[in-house]
């Protein structure tokens, strides 16, 4: 769907209803309450020139992030940056940032879903899903009209990435599964596209370095040939070796650095069983280029340089380059060039390395389809 054309419109349970609607009035009745304390208990007691002056004092507190956002956002990003909210900025910044790129890496996500009543955990699951920059991608563009729901809003977004997974899973995934086959989805997200595969094999095995993401995940799909695991860094620990028949990754060795690419090669090949395949999508770029977005990924600056990226990004909605913010918030992109990656996968102890061109596979609207898929066996 072009960006320009109308969204397709979004059934609504009454229960995603109930939850979207549910912040607004604990808002309005903690604003409410505040105003009546104010007015009956404090008011009566100050003079009435220190409660004009109050007055004001709201008001352009009220109104002085949006003046500042204005004026600081350059006029040719504000169709695309204008419609994200400043809650929601600090909700990314408070509970989705990660220094280490595992965003809704919370431990708490999980717990929090077990108090949830179950009619409000797939609209909660959607909600902090909103928060990653790996998902909702489109939902503060002029994709989605002024004014429309957000609770719709975000279910568009979501059956906009399940329509992609299913794409890849019916383009390109489809030759390689079997009926008997036990699968390793790594990097699963939310996990549309181990649901897809699932149909088609016997058990799949989703892991993710975020528990948030994780917890997501579980909500969304209840299937009992289905686990989703939270992996940690330093490799896939809880997944015995030897019991994979394949495993395949799309949209995550862009966000790794080099090192952890190669402790992850080396463990695709403890778990893959003795020719098992694996089925990975990259992107190759120049070593320049590469170069370039690592430096300025990994830029440090002071406590101070800090505090004004934080505050920027909550009034602009648009993270500075090499800010503290944007290193905790944003994708990073790391490139490797097919030297890297088959030296990586031959050192893991993989043959019949492969490097093909997606546009040579299928054709896709999405960016996957400039491309390239990695393919190798153990």
């Known amino acids: ?78 169709v695309a940056y204008d419609g994200s909210t400043f809650g ?19 431990a708490w996500i999980p717990w929090m879903f077990r108090l949830t009543p179950p009619g409000w955990r797939t609209p909660l699951a959607r909600r902090l899903l909103s928060l990653s920059p790996h998902f909702y991608v489109h939902q503060w563009t002029n994709r989605y009209p002024a004014g429309r729901a957000r609770r719709e809003i975000l279910m568009c977004e979501h059956q906009r990435n399940a329509a992609s997974r299913k794409e890849i899973c019916d383009k390109l995934m489809r030759p390689y599964l079997l009926p008997r086959m036990t699968v390793l989805d ?78 992850y090669f080396a463990e695709f090949s403890r778990v893959l069983k003795p020719g098992g395949r694996g089925v990975c999508h990259t992107i190759l770029f120049t070593p320049e280029v590469e170069q370039a977005v ?26 500075r380059d090499g800010g503290w913010v944007k290193r905790r918030v944003d994708v990073r992109m790391v490139y490797f060039t097919a030297e890297e990656i088959e030296s990586m996968l031959r050192s893991a102890g993989f043959r019949d390395i492969k490097i093909t061109p997606v546009s040579f596979l299928a054709d896709f609207d999405d960016d996957i389809g400039r491309e390239q898929l990695l393919t190798f066996r153990r």
């Open 1 to 78: 769907m072009h960006p320009t054309q109308a969204a397709p419109q979004a059934s609504v349970s009454t229960s995603e209803r109930r939850w979207a609607r549910m912040p607004g009035h604990l808002l309005a009745a903690a604003v409410g309450a505040t105003r009546r304390t104010y007015r009956i208990r404090l008011r009566p007691l100050l003079p009435r020139s220190f409660d004009r002056a109050t007055t004001q004092v709201a008001h352009a507190c009220w109104n002085a992030p949006r003046a500042l956002r204005k004026r600081l956002t350059p006029a040719a990003d504000r």
């Open 88 to 106: 929601w900025r600090l909700a990314r910044l408070l509970l989705a940032s990660s220094k280490n790129h595992a965003f809704l890496d919370r």
């Open 186 to 263: 790594f990097g699963c997200g939310p996990g549309f596209l181990a649901s897809e595969v699932s149909a088609h094999v016997a058990q799949v095995i989703g892991t993710d370095i975020s528990r948030g993401v994780v917890a997501c995940a579980r909500q969304l799909h209840e299937l009992s040939h289905v686990t989703f695991v939270a992996n940690r860094m330093s490799g896939l620990t809880g997944i015995s070796d030897n019991s994979i028949d394949l495993v395949y990754s799309f949209a995550v060795f862009q966000h790794l650095l080099k090192e952890q690419t190669r402790t």
């Open 294 to 319: 690592i430096q300025r990924a990994c830029a440090t600056r002071g406590l101070r340089q800090h505090l004004t990226d934080i505050l920027y990004d909550l009034l602009t909605g648009r993270p």
